[in-house]
């Protein structure tokens, strides 16, 4: 499962990440109280059953990590250089405590590196999709990745 080279990669290149996770109480409770997040939809389960959601909604930035993070091993893992830049990030559906989540990402361009000879950039989508087949976070990621003979 390690990622790719820069020259390795074709735009429209797409991955079903065979990683799956459902999200747990502590998952939630872990990262939000570890980032410092006060906001009572994460950690109240009386406000958040007064809520719109009736029930603890999973922080947000949990998400877009873990999405992130179930990509990596087929997209950079040993070959990244560094992470350039996350864009339209989006979360268009709520996620709740015992959701399943999986990711897929496609290579949506491809840049060599002004600076680096050695690499060059790839921007990714990454979808990160529930048991019920909703897209509950999505973003761009732009990453300096080595070459293949670098």
Partial sequence: MAGKFFDEWQVGDSIVHDIRRTVTETDNLLFTTMTHNPQPLHL??????????????????????LMVGLSVGDTTLGTLV?????????????????????????????KES???????????????????????CQCERS????????
């Fill in 44 to 65: 109240d389960i009386e406000a958040a059953k007064a809520s719109e959601f009736g029930q603890i909604l999973v922080n947000g930035t949990f998400t877009f990590s």
């Fill in 82 to 110: 560094a992470n350039l830049g996350y864009d339209k990030l989006v979360m268009p559906k709520p996620v709740f405590l015992g959701d399943t989540l999986r990711a897929t990402s496609e290579v949506i361009g491809l």
């Fill in 114 to 136: 002004k600076s680096r000879p050695n690499a060059g950039i790839v921007t990714f989508l990454h979808r990160c999709i529930n048991q019920r087949d909703e897209i509950v």
């Fill in 143 to 150: 990453a300096l990745i080595k070459k293949k003979d670098a």
